[in-house]
């Protein structure tokens, strides 16, 4: 069986070859021309004489032929000489164009080309082989580690499937055991049933042997019954014949005075002796006839008597049918009343029994509802105290609703109070603003006043070298009204000579002020002198010592403080 299926198996692969080898060369053949234009035949025919797929004949016929004159001819004949050739002209072909075509391969099989040592030597030169080779020793240690890993988790895959066997192993060896004893538990269970259905035979024969015994039981009854009525009757009987033997004593102890009487009257006594001598003899020969039926003819009068009492005694045995009848029925009818009887006791025993019952029920809903009534007065009282407590909450809710609104307003009159703040404040500090602007002005003022009664005694002092104005207090008014100061007092003034800067206060202008230091004399003069385009020379040094340019302005009646 194995023979064939392994048979089986290597004609589907020999079938799968040759029909993976058809499919190539028919992709082939589609792609022929192409194929035909592009491969070089002296390339390919020294590989596939290494393969021994052509020999030197068959390459000399492809290259040297005068039937082929060009290299597409020859490539023809090579691949029609290559098919001719089976399975290894396929494998060579293919070969050769993994080795010197690589895309042609690519583009029939699909299939990357595997590089080989020899075409990196060609392409590369020995540095590129070695940096393949290098290149593919580092692919095959992490192959070997990948190989490695695989191997250690097959291992470890391994020990995981031998504990599970070895687990399956012992839950198989639980489940024979637990299928053994579930065997023998069957057959048990079959000798029990055997055993069950033998002692269900005995009991139904012995169910109906009972019911036989019950029948005869029943039968017997009954036949005791009947002798019980035969018993009755013949007491019924000796009764009877106890009371004509006490009517016979009673006559015979009357019987001495009857003589006496027959004596006084022997007729009668003779006559009723006669008469009762022929009715006792009458009666024994009625007796002797009762005893010996049938014995000889009886005569008319005593046949009469007898067919009377043969009517009588029919008429008894129809009576004692009838009673018995109706004994029966009596008994019947006791039988029923005592069965109703039982059944009706059985029903008082039920009824008193669901009595019982239903008095406990009464008093277990009685006292569940006492409890429930209890609990019920108990929620009514903790309602009442939720409704009390929710009242009181209201009350307060309401109360903090009223405070909250008495706080709006609160705040609401604390916020105008706020912005009226506010608004003063701005105010405040508006006027503040304004008036340490109009302080600031001030002290310019002052200083500018300082400056140019400064400068006005340097002018006097220069007034011999060149002429700057005619008036000097002209001169002050527009320079002041260039600076845009308001009325400032000049030298003969009182308050200008009482006015000292000190560095603080000059400290205090360069602090408050966006300005600078006002400028020094020396800047003014110099504007003077561009505006009226005078030389500088004009100008007498000595007086003009203490005197620098603007941007390093410093004057030697200035404070330092100034510089």
């Given amino acids: 069986m194995a023979a064939l299926e392994n048979a089986s198996l290597q004609a589907c692969s020999l079938l799968e070859q040759e029909e993976e080898e058809d499919t190539i060369w028919e992709k082939i053949e589609s792609a022929r021309h192409q194929l035909t234009r ?216 009357a019987l001495p005075q009857r003589e006496a009487e027959e004596r006084g009257h022997p007729d009668a006594m003779s006559e009723l002796w006669a008469e009762n001598q022929r009715l006792t003899a009458s009666l024994q020969e009625l007796q002797g006839m009762l005893q010996t039926p049938g014995e000889g003819p009886v005569p008319g009068s005593e046949q009469i008597l007898l067919d009377i009492l043969e009517h009588d005694w029919k008429e008894a045995q129809d009576d004692r049918q009838d009673l018995c009848q109706k004994l029966n029925s009596l008994q019947n009818e006791l039988q029923w009343a005592e069965e109703l009887r039982d059944k009706y006791l059985q029903e008082v025993e039920d009824l008193q029994l669901k009595y019982r019952t239903l008095q406990k029920d009464c008093d277990l809903y009685k006292h569940r509802m006492n409890t429930v009534l209890l609990q019920l007065e108990e929620i009514e009282k903790e309602r009442d105290q939720a409704i009390q407590s929710r009242d009181g909450v209201q009350l307060q809710y309401s109360q903090s609703l009223i405070e909250k609104d008495q706080y709006r307003k609160r705040v609401r009159a604390l916020e105008e109070e706020r912005d009226e703040l506010l608004s003063k404040l701005s105010q405040a500090e508006g006027l503040n603003s304004t008036l340490e602007a109009q302080l600031q002005r001030c002290q310019g003022s002052r200083s500018l006043g300082k400056m140019c009664s400064s400068s006005y005694s340097l002018c006097s002092n220069l007034s011999s070298t060149w002429s700057l104005v005619d008036n000097p207090t ?90």
């Fill in 38 to 253: 592009s491969l070089n035949p002296a390339k390919l025919t020294p590989y596939l004489r290494q393969c021994r797929v052509i020999d030197e004949q068959d390459e000399e016929e492809v290259l040297n032929s005068c039937r082929f004159p060009c290299k597409s001819n020859q490539t023809g004949y090579l691949m029609d000489i290559l098919r001719r050739r089976g399975k290894r002209g396929y494998e060579a072909f293919l070969e050769s164009l993994e080795f010197y075509y690589p895309e042609h391969y690519t583009r029939l099989t699909g299939r990357e080309p595997a590089q080989r040592c020899s075409m990196i030597l060609d392409e590369e030169g020995p540095e590129g082989l070695t940096q393949f080779l290098m290149m593919e020793v580092k692919k095959v240690r992490a192959q070997r580690k990948e190989h490695l890993l695989k191997e250690h988790q097959l291992q470890v895959k391994n020990q995981a499937l031998e504990q599970e066997q070895a687990r399956l192993e012992q839950q198989l060896q639980e489940l024979l055991k637990v299928q053994e004893r579930c065997k023998r538990l069957r057959e048990e269970w079959d000798t029990n049933s055997v055993e069950l259905l033998r002692l269900k035979d005995e009991n139904y024969m012995m169910a109906m042997r009972y019911a036989q015994l019950c029948e005869e039981k029943n039968m017997a009854v009954l036949r005791s019954r009947d002798l019980q009525l035969v018993v009755d009757q013949l007491k019924c009987k000796v009764t009877s014949l106890e009371e004509e033997c006490s009517l016979l004593r009673k006559q015979a102890s």
């Fill in 474 to 563: 002209s001169f002050a008014t527009g320079l002041v009204d260039a600076l845009g100061v308001s009325a400032i007092p000049f030298p003969g003034d009182s308050a200008i000579q009482s006015m000292e800067v000190t560095p603080d206060s000059e400290k205090d202008i360069n602090r408050l002020s966006t300005f600078p230091f006002p400028p020094c004399i020396g800047s003014i003069l110099r504007r003077q002198r561009e505006d009226r385009c005078m030389p500088y020379k004009s100008l007498s040094c000595g007086s003009f010592s203490s005197i620098e340019d603007a941007t390093g302005t410093r004057v030697g009646a200035f404070p330092k403080g100034l510089s």
